[in-house]
């Protein structure tokens, strides 16, 4: 497409402020880069985590408020899916573990022992 001197060209998809637009709406692609982008947070984190001298409180805060803006950036615009849902879950389920610790009991956590 051209205006004036200006010329257009068709793409797929393209990234916009963050966000990963493309032609049929889908936010698959760009759900999967949110969770890898969370994934690497809390890496670059993750010494700060596996200290024992800072409390679980403190560490579900910086969950919550580092982690979970870095996964839900843009949000607001998704239509998930309950595949989409599913990973969102997982993801969140992955991290409460690493940060919660070992295993309790002698069996892994649950996903009820996580949210408690």
């Known amino acids: ?17 963050g966000v990963t637009l493309n032609e049929d709406n889908k936010n698959q692609t760009d759900l999967q880069e949110r969770i890898k982008n969370a994934n690497q947070t809390y890496f670059m984190l993750q010494q700060f985590f596996k200290t024992q001298n800072i409390s679980k409180k403190l560490k579900l805060r910086l969950k ?12 607001e ?3 998930l899916t309950k595949r989409g849902r599913k990973q969102l879950n ?3 389920r992955k991290v ?6 070992p295993v309790i ?3 892994k956590r649950k996903a009820e022992d996580i949210n408690q």
Do not use: C, H, P
């Not at 051209?2 to 010329?7: P, R």
């Not at 409460?96 to 610790?101: D, N, P, S």
């Open 105 to 107: 009991w002698q069996r």
């Open 64 to 75: 919550n408020t580092i982690i979970d803006k870095t996964l839900t950036y843009a949000s």
């Open 90 to 92: 997982i993801s969140e």
């Open 77 to 79: 615009n998704w239509t």
């Open 96 to 101: 409460y573990r690493r940060i919660l610790g």
């Open 1 to 17: 497409m051209k205006i004036k001197n200006y010329k257009f060209e068709r793409v797929e998809d393209f990234k916009y402020l």
